[in-house]
DNA sequence: AAGGATGGCAACCGCCGAACC
DNA sequence: CGGTTCGGCGGTTGCCATCCT
């Protein structure tokens, strides 16, 4: 039957976001909220698809974003939520704060994947890879498999990282109360709203600037510094949304 | 110094489930 | 209740920067 696509192709620009686009964006989610991304575009004067404006938004524009490198225990948090939840990246950046899926996905993909294979831990079972040549053991039908991941409850091999000893102690102290929280992991099992970021998620539509993250915890906001704001002529927004502005305007000088 | 290889990341694509009518 | 729409998710791609020869 064939589904409609999520927006007319005709005319919807692709690639990368330029500075302009973003200005656009940024001024639209924070004068109206985030609301019908299918009528974003088209309101904010975008030449976009309302899904890409979504993904833009969430992983790269978004606030209450941290950039950077995952930290060293923000790692271990992720091979350990991968051991047991497979490949759900939304549900495992939904316990790193500032974390996007996208941005996971990505560091795993490429940092810790092959991390593991130096370890010789299979990246997709979190098993010693010399056990993977055992042909038997379920687990070479179901590598996927979250529910193989979730059902192992001792997460064997990541959990016992041989990594450990880059740990600090607080970390290893951290990780094991996340990895061995029955009751968090069976939140993360039934879809409960993440404990963090529900601030900003859950801003509600149509209700401009309210409900707005944590402004002053986000470290990204210090990063800013050579933002020419008034370029923007955004004369009704507060510092704080000023500050959001200048460090659109800095990552834009690193695109251009 | 130049060209090729490799790695990292932003963005796109297609599918799925929930919400809505 | 079935069809349609929309948002979200995970996999994949392609571009750009860096490294290597």
Redesign the pocket.
């Known amino acids: ?1 064939g ?2 696509p ?1 927006c007319d192709k005709l005319g919807v ?5 330029t500075a302009e686009e973003d200005k656009k964006l940024i001024n639209f989610i924070l004068t109206n909220g ?7 575009p088209k309101l904010a004067g975008l030449r ?5 404006c ?3 938004w ?3 524009l978004r606030p209450d974003l941290k ?1 950077g ?1 995952l930290s060293e225990t923000e790692e271990q948090l992720v091979i350990d939520l991968h051991a047991r ?10 316990r790193l704060p500032g974390r996007t ?3 996971i ?3 795993w ?3 810790i994947k ?1 991390k593991l294979i130096k370890m010789g831990i299979d990246p997709v079972t979190h098993q010693p890879l010399n056990k993977e040549a055992k042909p038997e053991e379920g687990s070479s039908h179901a590598p ?1 498999s979250a529910d193989n991941h979730i059902t192992e409850n001792d997460g064997t091999g990541a959990n016992s990282s041989e990594d450990n000893s880059s740990t600090p102690t607080e970390d290893s102290d951290l990780l094991d109360a996340i990895c061995n929280d029955e009751s968090l992991l069976n939140s993360l099992w039934m879809d409960e709203p993440p404990l963090v970021d529900a601030s900003w ?1 859950s801003m509600p539509a149509g209700e401009p600037n309210c409900n707005m993250p944590s402004w002053d915890n986000c470290s990204w906001l210090l990063d800013c510094q050579d933002f020419g704001v008034k370029d923007f002529g955004f004369d009704y927004l507060n510092d704080i949304e000023l500050n959001t502005m200048n460090t659109l305007e800095m990552g834009d000088k690193t ?1 251009a």
Do not use: F
């Open positions: 039957m589904r409609q999520c620009k692709k690639g990368p976001w985030q609301c019908c991304w299918r009528a974003v976009r698809c309302g899904k890409s979504r993904l833009r969430t992983n790269y950039r490198l939840l497979g490949n759900r990246w939304s549900k495992i950046a939904a899926d996208n941005e996905k990505n560091h993909n490429t940092h092959k996927h998620t695109v």
